[in-house]
């Protein structure tokens, strides 16, 4: 991560925190699609239920795409979830008191070269590829923990 991308981070949760503080003391849903075709742009909603933010997520078609989701109760967090998504594949990443990678409960599936995924900076991010899922795992995997807030039983979880 770039400074300056720690800087938006900071910024943004300082924001984003005393923003919780003024509003109601129940959960809240903030989530962030960073989209890099045709240039670089980001989207952003809050939602008062996990289920209003699936909605409004709905499945990410962009090529390549960064999902950020982090949940909080009053002005504390209760867990991100980063879903790097690159045509046909995906990494998914929840950080709670530390951060989760997943992997297939397969193995690892069949990769020709090796995928790289664009970080938030734009830089890109080419993880092992035991961390490389199907898109459609990665998706669901984060729909999933957005409902329950649980790490989704159908991926393994370091």
């Known amino acids: 991560m770039t400074l300056n991308s720690f800087f938006k981070r900071t910024i943004f949760n300082f924001k984003k925190e005393t923003a919780l503080k003024q509003g109601s003391s129940g959960q809240r849903y903030a989530l962030t699609i960073i989209r890099y075709t045709p240039e670089p742009t980001s989207?952003?909603?809050?939602?008062d239920t996990g289920t209003a933010a699936v909605t409004w997520l709905g499945v990410p078609t962009?090529?390549?795409?960064?999902?950020?989701?982090s949940v909080w109760r009053d002005n504390v967090s209760l867990g991100d979830f980063c879903l790097w998504c690159s045509e046909a594949y995906a990494v998914a990443r929840i950080g709670e008191h530390r951060d989760h990678n997943a992997s297939n409960l397969t193995g690892l599936i069949p990769i020709n070269d090796v995928i790289s995924f664009k970080d938030d900076d734009g830089s890109l991010y080419t993880p092992s590829s035991e961390l490389v899922l199907p898109r459609e795992a990665g998706i669901r995997a984060i729909h999933a923990w957005l409902i329950d807030l649980e790490h989704p039983g159908f991926l393994h979880w370091s």
């Open 43 to 47: 989207v952003m909603g809050t939602f």
């Open 62 to 69: 962009d090529s390549d795409c960064l999902v950020e989701a």
